[in-house]
């Protein structure tokens, strides 16, 4: 289960920009997560419960916004939104899919600080 090892990245990531902006505290920490990223969500946030513990991120909460998969379609000149991504087709011509340009993300986006 890779996802313990992302989630010790996070913790520690968040630590270390509390730790910059003054020893602050962290409440939640923000991250985008796209279906392409090959981090299951519910893993994550499991693994994310046993990562904080004892850390300076105890009591953060691990928000996730689901970042949905668009690619570019070549033959509509578009982007689009896939419905799922088990299949990787245009939704108006049945192309498939051309230069992924969402859904691979796993990246922190914000972190929530107490003052």
């Known amino acids: 289960m890779h996802e313990l090892s992302i989630a010790l990245n996070i913790v520690e990531i968040a630590s270390a920009e509390a730790e910059r902006l003054g020893e602050a505290a962290v409440s939640a920490v923000h991250i985008r997560l796209g279906p392409l990223s090959g981090v299951v969500k519910e893993a994550l946030l499991s693994a994310f419960e046993i990562a904080r513990e004892k850390s300076r991120l105890a009591g953060a909460a691990l928000v996730v916004e689901d970042v949905p998969v668009r690619f570019f379609c070549q033959p509509c000149q578009t982007e689009v939104t896939v419905a799922s991504v088990q299949l990787l087709v ?16 796993l990246e922190i986006s914000a972190l929530e600080i107490e003052a």
Request: net charge positive; aromatic share 0%.
């Open 90 to 105: 245009c939704p108006v011509c049945a192309s498939p899919a051309g230069k992924i340009i969402t859904g691979r993300e």
